[in-house]
T-cell receptor, first 115, second 114 residues
Framework: EAQVTQNPRYLITVTGKKLTVTCSQNMNHEYMSWYRQDPGLGLRQIYYSMNVEVTDKGDVPEGYKVSRKEKRNFPLILESPSPNQTSLYFC??????????????FGPGTRLTVT | GENVEQHPSTLSVQEGDSAVIKCTYS??????FPWYKQELGKGPQLIID?????GEKKDQRIAVTLNKTAKHFSLHITETQPEDSAVYFCAASIEAGGSYIPTFGRGTSLIVHP
């Protein structure tokens, strides 16, 4: 089944404790991205990657890191999480890395709570 | 940067009625406008999209219209059903030096009463 998977789905952690949220897609998509979703704010892009070893900042990259060493994986790293990073996170992938763009496929989401 | 406004934030209709959600965008260079449906506990899923060279697109009970001059686009759902209940997001995307950073609206919670 074609899908985007994220792990973990739920995570409660403490301020300053490094964490990684994994994202993997099995559709051989070039384009991958991370979003955070907060109540009343919609979806905001954190980072995106047009291809392996190519990443760039989205609208809200502060406090986050990403890497794209393999085409299928795009982990999101929080080196020192803070309470304002408590949010619902979505990974997405798209079959085309250049414009015009095609449908983005979203993962099921990771709910992160930082205390 | 791009700014997308979406209205209403909540929309309640009776089964069988039509529902309309409207979005406006600020940057005239935006050229791709997708609509996503997000059901409870799931990620957003694309339901329809439109590009700036088209004024209207329809897919069964769902249609999207785009007015480039006024910089607004709308989602129309006819003959609504309870399973249409979800949060709907519009987005506008713009090419910036080969990058892709979509800007999403804040979402509309659609409730369809049986």
């Amino acid at each position: 089944e074609a899908q985007v998977t994220q792990n973990p789905r739920y995570l409660i952690t403490v301020t300053g404790k490094k964490l990684t949220v994994t994202c993997s897609q099995n559709m051989n998509h070039e384009y991958m991205s991370w979003y955070r979703q907060d109540p009343g704010l919609g979806l905001r892009q954190i980072y995106y990657s047009m291809n392996v070893e190519v990443t760039d900042k989205g609208d809200v990259p502060e406090g986050y890191k990403v890497s794209r060493k393999e085409k299928r994986n795009f982990p999101l790293i929080l080196e020192s999480p803070s309470p304002n990073q408590t949010s619902l996170y979505f990974c997405a992938s798209s079959p085309e890395g250049q414009l015009p763009l095609y449908e983005q496929y979203f993962g099921p989401g990771t709910r992160l709570t930082v205390t | 940067g791009e700014n997308v406004e979406q209205h209403p934030s909540t929309l309640s209709v009776q089964e069988g009625d039509s529902a309309v959600i409207k979005c406006t965008y600020s940057d005239s260079a935006s050229n791709y406008f997708p609509w996503y449906k997000q059901e409870l506990g799931k990620g957003p899923q694309l339901i329809i999209d439109i590009r700036s060279n088209v004024g209207e697109k329809k897919d069964q009970r769902i249609a999207v219209t785009l007015n480039k001059t006024a910089k607004h686009f709308s989602l129309h759902i006819t003959e609504t059903q309870p399973e249409d209940s979800a949060v709907y997001f519009c987005a506008a995307s713009i090419e910036a030096g080969g990058s892709y950073i979509p800007t999403f609206g804040r979402g509309t919670s659609l409730i369809v009463h049986p």
